[in-house]
């Protein structure tokens, strides 16, 4: 459910000062994952039960092709 929240919110591009604009709530681990994959050209994960979460959905995101701010698919690599 979060990705979907992550997703909807981002596919709108909006005027930062519209105060309509919609805001959604995510768990911290599906935060860290968006930034890492839209930041960076590789995600480096250490899947442990607290955080496999952020790897499942980098990995995810990086499988399906998506491109990251500066046009490149990061690897995610498994430590």
């Excluded at 930062?16 to 995510?26: A, E, G, L, Q």
């Amino acid at each position: 459910m979060s990705q979907e929240a992550v997703a909807s919110a981002t596919d709108k591009k909006t005027n930062p000062s519209d105060r309509n604009r919609r805001m959604v709530t995510i768990d911290g681990n599906t935060a860290a994952a968006y930034v890492a994959h839209a930041t960076n050209e590789v995600i480096a994960i250490y899947p442990i039960t607290p955080s496999s979460v952020m790897g499942e959905i980098a990995d995810a995101r990086s499988a399906a092709g998506e491109k990251n701010i500066w046009g490149a698919i990061p690897d995610v690599v498994e430590m």
